[in-house]
């Protein structure tokens, strides 16, 4: 049986635990992007980006050999200044926005309730990492 001090150092480490949870996010696992982006993102990279790449290049092991550990920052500069190819600087903010969405929800991050607004400072804090396998 546990001891009532045992319990309550049981319950101060669920307490922490919870307000864990309620942190601001810190890595792309934490609900950084909404379905509805991912959706619309899906479809722009059917008409912009399809055409040279396939999404699987962007998810999986390929996804982590590039991206995991870094910050979001910087998966967002690599789409926004360098692609499409041919056409670089031809994307619009919610457009980087929702591409990066559809490459999150491929690689089974979880969707949440907050857009992904393309808020640089708020970028540079969140670290790429998809679900450990
Ligand atoms: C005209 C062909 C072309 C189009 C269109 C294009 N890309 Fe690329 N992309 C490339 C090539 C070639 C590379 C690798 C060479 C390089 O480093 O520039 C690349 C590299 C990348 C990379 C970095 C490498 C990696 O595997 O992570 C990302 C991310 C990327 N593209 C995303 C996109 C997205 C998103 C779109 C649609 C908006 C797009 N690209 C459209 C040709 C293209």
């Known amino acids: 049986m546990p ?4 319990r309550a150092v049981v319950a101060f480490i669920l307490m922490l635990l919870a307000s ?10 934490d609900g950084i992007y909404t379905a509805q982006q991912a959706q619309r993102g899906a479809a722009l990279f059917e008409t912009l980006c399809q055409r040279c790449h396939s999404v ?14 870094v910050p979001a920052a910087a ?3 690599r789409i926004a200044n360098t692609m499409p190819l041919d056409q ?22 979880p969707a ?22």
């Open 3 to 6: 001891s009532g001090m045992t």
């Open 20 to 29: 864990c949870t309620e942190q601001a996010p810190e890595t792309s696992m």
């Open 56 to 69: 699987q290049e962007f998810t999986g092991r390929s996804f982590d050999a590039i991206w995991a550990g």
């Open 75 to 77: 998966l967002y500069a």
């Open 88 to 109: 670089p600087g031809s994307l619009s903010l919610p457009q980087v926005n929702t591409l990066m969405a559809h490459i999150f929800d491929e690689n089974e991050m």
């Open 112 to 133: 949440g309730d907050t857009i992904l607004d393309g808020d640089m400072d708020f970028m540079m804090s969140i670290t790429l990492a998809r679900p450990s396998q």
